[in-house]
């Protein structure tokens, strides 16, 4: 079957009419996950594309990519227009580059064999990913009400008390160390959110929120174009799921950049909350997908 047979025919698969019906809040919930947090919408994306679509793995996992790319992209715009939050363009840059060449040289080696364990990308279970969403929480109820703005202008006082846990070279030995690790992670399984990244800045090396979610979605812009750009050629640029991933950018893409505008405004305690329940909705909903389709 020639290429335009093989779209027209999965175009009316009633299962991919399923997807399509889905578009709209799995669309939302990826983009409000992005915006917040920069999560991936990987273990949405994946299994339904999988299972209810049928496409081939690679064409899934470079749509799932793809998604990722477009809200990463479209956030880092938004985050090198708000002066205020202080993201370092340079420093993120350098991390995605490294982040980009491991993802890369990753994603050659490991395409060949994608195959093999194609049923590892059917679905599982999100238990460290509530685990996450319920430590944002737990913090949010232990924190002093404390708001966006004053935490913007004592973003130097902030940065100072983390200065004393690490030297400058450890802090940049850690990053470039856990961009390395994201770098695999992205050329092995196409994992291609900020979400990892942010949680290292943030907990790791002490950055407000906003900074360290506004680096991470540099970083991931950097990473994934590399890795899209060597996807697209080592598929010879077919992608069967282009119309349903486009819906999915544009949804997800829109939801994401509304959510990023309404956290500027809010406390970092109603931040720190929303970003916890947003990953458990997120993680139980891809739980329940797996149980439902796999």
């Avoid at 399923?18 to 809040?25: E, F, M, Q, R, S």
């Avoid at 064999?113 to 999100?126: N, R």
Wanted: charge should be neutral; charged fraction near 10%.
């Amino acid at each position: 079957m020639d290429k335009t047979g093989y779209i027209s025919q999965h175009c009316m698969d009633p299962l991919v009419i399923t997807i399509l019906l889905l578009v709209i809040p799995l669309g939302i919930l990826i983009g409000l996950g992005a915006g917040i947090v920069g999560m991936t919408a990987w273990p949405l994306v994946v299994p339904l594309f999988l299972i209810f679509g049928g496409y081939p793995l690679h064409e899934v996992l470079l749509s799932s990519m793809l998604i990722d790319l477009v809200i990463a992209g479209n956030l880092s715009i938004f985050y090198l227009r708000k002066s205020e939050i202080m993201v370092d363009s340079i420093y993120s840059t350098k991390l995605g580059v490294v982040a980009g060449v491991v993802a890369t040289v990753t994603a050659i080696f490991a395409f060949p064999i994608l195959y093999q364990y194609s049923d590892l990308f059917k679905g599982g279970s999100a238990i460290v990913t509530m685990i996450l969403g319920g430590l944002f929480i737990v913090q949010a109820v232990r924190m002093n009400h404390t708001d966006i703005s004053d935490d913007l202008q004592n973003t130097f006082v902030t940065r100072g008390r983390f200065e004393n846990q690490f030297s400058g070279k450890q802090k940049d030995a850690i990053a470039y160390g856990f961009c390395i690790i994201q770098g695999v992670l992205t050329g092995v399984l196409a994992i291609g959110g900020a979400m990892n990244i942010v949680i290292v800045l943030m907990f790791l090396l002490g950055y407000p929120i906003l900074r360290a979610v506004g680096t991470a979605m540099i970083t991931t812009t950097i990473m994934l174009t590399m890795t899209v750009i060597t996807y697209l050629i080592l598929l010879q640029f077919t992608l069967s799921t282009l119309p349903l991933v486009t819906l999915y950018m544009v949804i997800a893409g829109t939801s994401s950049y509304l959510a990023v505008t309404k956290v500027q405004n809010i406390s970092e305690r109603k931040l720190r909350f929303t970003i916890g329940i947003v990953i458990l909705i997120a993680a139980i909903s891809a739980t329940a997908q797996a149980y439902l389709i796999g």
